[in-house]
């Protein structure tokens, strides 16, 4: 059955099509929409919660039933498509199930209410629909809607054509009914790159997707068939299938584990029978992970400090725990490596995840610790809540839920988890001494041979009092050199402005700082010959004149290492980290990949020098309007301008182009 080509606008727009006010605000609308998916899995985690809400629909009218979810990913076409055999779209919830705010959902199914059609719509530049039932059978596809939707000009609204090539997904022909929709990766898109995690297999792919869509169902579901086909860059294909579908928790890529309760139960009645001291069985020791699983009457049973409040949304919500405490932090690096997926992706690690509507919902929260700070590194908890609406996308819950679930995650790492700590086994039982001290040896031989090929001075009689030179012999190779020196330089007074708070490499970012100016307002002064980073005079006396006491900025500030700007620019565009929550990036070089999204001005040229806003910054990065993003230390430029400043002059010129 085909059917006429339509535009999705056509159902919310109020007046006539060609009225270009109510597509500016239409436009306005669905950027709203899309602007709150930042995570790299969303198309993933939206297409198939739909699927399976159309599955549970059908199981609830159909006899003999088996939900069936098929997911084709192909990082040769860049394509992702999911497939179903639920209910399908009849003809007048195909027409308009992609127009903004538009739902079909009930109360019970997941998800946001009327986003989610709407950011897969108009996220992408290619989207297919493929929708049969008993009565109406239809393939659709829309292109270059996200480029629309970022054009100036009022051109043409995106249509969905009737679509007469064979369904992607062979396994579709064989639903009798059912929705597969596909979606195309590309420059305009988040994420633009299928490859980028390095998962290069079905089963690598399932695992990924069970804890980061609603494949990882908190209270898991053994009917549902899941089909994963992948398909290489190099059009290699492997097929996984499961049956059921659950929350894969890290202890469950361990082997040596132990439930909570089962420990303390065991260790009590040791105890009981032997004494305290008494020696441990081995099934008790040297374990990989302990976990628990605890309802809401768990959760007020065994944790005694939840105040009233606490309590009443502990029950409000029926909240339910599913927490891995692992033997150390560098697990999730052999995670990675067991998985098969790249470090950098961090599909699992340490931190807090929010839950509702029986799947996981947005990014990490860290475990926020008053004492034994850096067991939190250790620990993976799920906090899901009931009765509870998640606001646009895949990020929003309310305050006081987040508040809760850090609350009982700190009482869990603090108490709980720490009671067994004994049982688990050491990070370094089994580490080979030899081999340990051949990759000492061959890493300072590396050392050296960068130290001759790549070497580093900086003497100023201006810095680094007594010895007026630079701790470091070599230049920065790798993100923790830019970090040591970026301290040399602030230690030794090359750098004035700036006072760092603090540094955590769990976190999203590197780091917090505060900007500060004075009270020496003449060490902060710029000087051609005794201070060539500093603040022009007339900005210094503004300063001095209202707060002769000194200036230090009251909010945090969020600053961000990286060799190159390359890296920045990688974390930006795979969704791991956002421009607009970044003041300050400190980076040994530019290199070259800044140039396809900012543009930078050198404050060391006479004539920027006096947009600096504090001491030692040497760079800003701007959009394309000219708008400043944030601030940047290039310490190769830096220290180049220190060194020999008529040649970095010359040098600063290739920020002009």
């Keep these: 059955m085909t059917f006429t080509k339509f535009d999705p606008l056509q159902f919310s727009l109020p007046a006539a099509q060609d009225d270009s006010s109510h597509i500016r605000r239409t436009k306005l609308n669905i950027y709203t929409v899309l602007h709150s998916y930042n995570g790299w899995y969303d198309p993933f985690a939206e297409l ?167 494949l990882g169902a908190i209270i898991g579901d053994k009917n549902v068939k899941i089909h994963i086909k992948y398909i290489s860059e190099d059009g290699d294909e492997d ?116 839950a509702a509507d029986n799947m996981p919902q947005g990014e990490l929260y860290q475990i926020p610790l008053t004492r034994y700070t850096g067991r939190q590194n250790q620990a993976h908890i799920v906090v899901h809540f009931e009765n509870c609406v998640v606001d646009l996308g895949r990020k929003g819950f309310d305050r006081e839920l987040v508040d809760l679930a850090k609350f009982i995650s700190a009482w869990l790492v603090q108490n709980a988890f720490s009671k067994i700590r004994n049982n688990l086994r050491s990070e370094d039982v089994k580490k080979a001494p030899l081999l340990a001290g051949e990759k000492i040896a061959n890493w300072k031989k590396a050392l050296e041979e960068h130290e001759k090929s790549s070497p580093l001075s900086l003497k100023n009689e201006n810095f680094f009092l007594p010895i007026n030179e630079i701790s470091m012999t070599a230049e920065p190779s790798r993100e923790q050199d830019v970090i040591a020196l970026f301290n040399q330089l602030l230690a030794g007074g090359v750098i004035r402005g700036i006072k760092v708070v603090g540094t955590n490499e769990m976190m999203t970012y590197d780091g917090a700082y505060r900007v500060r100016i004075g009270p020496n307002y003449s060490d902060h002064t710029y000087s051609k010959d005794t201070n060539p980073l500093g603040i022009v005079s007339f900005r210094v006396d503004e300063y001095e004149n209202e707060l002769p006491d000194g200036f230090v900025s009251t909010d945090l500030k969020v600053l961000e290492y990286k060799r190159s700007l390359d890296g920045l620019i990688y974390d930006i565009t795979t969704g791991d980290k956002k421009s607009s929550e970044i003041d300050l990036i400190i980076a040994w070089e530019a290199g070259e990949k800044y140039k396809e999204y900012f543009g930078i001005t050198s404050y060391l040229t006479d004539d920027a020098r006096e947009n600096r806003q504090f001491h030692g910054v040497t760079h800003a990065l701007h959009d394309e309007n000219g708008i400043h993003v944030m601030d940047a230390i290039l310490l190769k430029d830096l220290i180049g301008f220190l060194e020999y400043p008529i040649e970095e002059l010359e040098k600063q010129k290739i920020y002009e182009d």
């Excluded at 986003?115 to 989207?127: D, E, M, P």
């Excluded at 995670?335 to 807090?352: L, S």
């Design 48 to 214: 198939i919660q739909n699927a399976l809400d159309s599955t549970d629909k059908m199981a609830t009218i159909a006899k003999k039933f088996t939900p069936t979810v098929s997911i084709v990913i192909n990082c040769e076409e860049s394509t992702l498509t999911v497939s179903d055999n639920g209910t399908g779209l009849d003809q007048n919830t195909f027409q308009r199930f992609l127009a903004p705010h538009e739902s079909f959902k009930e109360g019970n199914e997941r998800g946001s209410k009327g986003v989610g059609a709407t950011y897969l719509a108009y996220g992408f530049n290619y989207i297919r629909i493929d929708s049969k039932t008993k009565n109406f059978t239809a393939s659709g596809e829309m292109e270059n809607a996200r480029r629309w939707l970022h054009q100036s000009h009022t051109a043409a609204n995106p249509e969905v054509f009737p679509c007469s090539s064979d369904v992607l997904d062979k396994r579709f022909k064989k639903f009798k009914s059912g929705v597969s929709i596909t979606v195309k990766f590309d420059d305009d898109t988040k994420p633009r790159d299928l490859t980028w995690p390095g998962l290069k297999s079905a089963k690598a792919w399932f695992r990924a997707l069970s804890i980061k869509t609603a």
């Design 239 to 354: 097929d996984f299938t499961k049956e059921g579908i659950s929350y894969l928790s890290p202890h469950k890529l361990m082997t040596r584990t132990k439930k909570y309760e089962e420990i303390n139960e065991q260790v009590e009645k040791i105890v009981k029978r032997k004494g305290s001291g008494a020696p441990m069985p081995s099934s008790l020791k040297n374990l990989e992970a302990v976990y628990l699983r605890w309802t809401h009457k768990k959760i007020e049973q065994s944790i005694s400090t939840l105040n009233d409040e606490q309590k009443a949304l502990c029950i409000k919500h029926k909240v339910r725990l599913v927490a891995s405490y692992m033997y150390g932090a560098t697990v999730w690096e052999r995670i990675a490596k067991r998985v098969g997926y790249r470090k950098t992706a961090k599909i699992f690690a340490p931190g807090i995840q929010m």
